[in-house]
């Protein structure tokens, strides 16, 4: 069975906070403090919501705006059932691991999901839809056989289709569909750079200028977009934009 998209959004309301516990973070421009991995979040209330989730951005949670689990911690809440970190300590670690790796493998079929609908009609069609499938089946497996997942090895199985897919959508691009996969990028002004069709994947784009750019077809995949100023740019036809960094560079969009 071809798995939906339906999975793939985040919806907190739904989820125990597993992103608000799990992960770490250091103090920095995006975190006002410091907090270990697997540590509740002080703003974290006893129902798993944020206290202070309207002013985020005014406090200096940044990070936390940023942040995009793609619906991997419903996922993992609603398998997991009345086995929340705060009951079961003593599952939490399987918990959380299984919260990593599910957000790993929701960006992959974010990616196979993108590419499937770009290539209706492409003989890649039905790889592709082999790939999802496969996927989505160890997404549903047991949390404790998530946990101990080799992510890597799944994204390895899926990285040449998902090149394959690039490349035969940005071959229809009229741009010059630059290489800078990759590529340090790091606060570079790139506006009289015709990026149409470019392969942006993996590129460090921190604070980058893209402002006024035609983005269509260039793909994104990985790329680190964070800080980057994208005013009036195009990024309506860009390729594997995941929701986070389009809110990054969303900003810029006519």
Known sequence: MIPTADELVTDCSRCQGLCCVATGFSRSA????????????????PDFRCRVHDALPALGFRG????????????????AGE????????????????????????E???????????????PLHASIDAALAGVEAVCSGAL??????DV?????????LLRTASER????SPGPRLDLAGKDLIGKDLTRKDLRGASLRGALLIGARLDGLDLSLADFTGADVRDASARGARLDGALF?????????GRGEP
């Open 30 to 45: 995006d975190f006002p403090i410091d907090k270990p991995p697997g540590v509740p979040c002080s703003n974290l209330d």
């Open 64 to 79: 936390c705006v940023r942040f995009d689990c793609l619906g991997a911690g419903v996922r993992v809440s609603r398998a």
């Open 169 to 172: 959508l940005r071959s229809a």
């Open 144 to 149: 404790e056989d998530l946990a101990t997942l």
């Open 108 to 122: 992959l079929l974010f990616y196979l999901h993108e590419a499937r609908t770009r290539l209706a009609d492409d």
């Open 152 to 160: 890597d090895a799944v994204r390895s199985r899926a990285a040449p």
């Open 241 to 249: 934009l995941r929701p986070d960094q389009r809110r990054d560079l």
């Open 83 to 106: 086995r929340t970190w705060r009951e079961h300590p003593a599952f939490s670690a399987t918990l959380f691991a299984a919260f990593a790796r599910m957000r790993a493998l929701h």
